[in-house]
């Protein structure tokens, strides 16, 4: 049986990436364009943040990058209904980004109170 293993930094960075994609396939407007910008900035910060909290130099900043890593994932949830709503026309994929994007939240809401209990044992 082979064995896979489970790398976030990876699954973050693909799913920024995806993010990415989804945007450029979009008509952009004045409207949407503010909506886009948000989401753009708010999914691709997940990553980024789970690299900082990897190479935090203590407890305390690992749970506070963790922390800004749930906060960005359910802020992506947010944008990525707007984006849904205003780009209809791309619904599916939307689905599928708004899917992992509530993973995301529930992987790191869990991490969080993990590393909490751990300071609090």
Not at 69 to 81: D, G, N, P, S, V
């Amino acid at each position: 049986m082979e064995e896979t293993t489970y790398n976030l930094e990876e699954r973050t960075a693909q799913f920024s990436e995806n993010i990415v994609i989804a945007i450029k396939q979009c008509k952009k407007d004045q409207l949407i364009f503010p909506v886009l910008s948000q989401l753009l900035r708010a999914s691709t910060s997940i990553g980024a943040n789970y690299c900082e909290a990897n190479g935090a130099s203590s407890r305390k900043d690992f749970i506070n990058k963790i922390h800004i890593c749930k906060k960005e994932a359910k802020e992506t949830e947010y944008w990525l209904r707007v984006a849904s709503n205003a780009v209809p026309e791309a619904s599916e994929q939307w689905g599928t980004l708004k899917k992992e994007a509530h993973e995301l939240t529930l992987i790191f809401s869990k991490i969080a109170v993990s590393a909490r209990q751990g300071i609090k044992n």
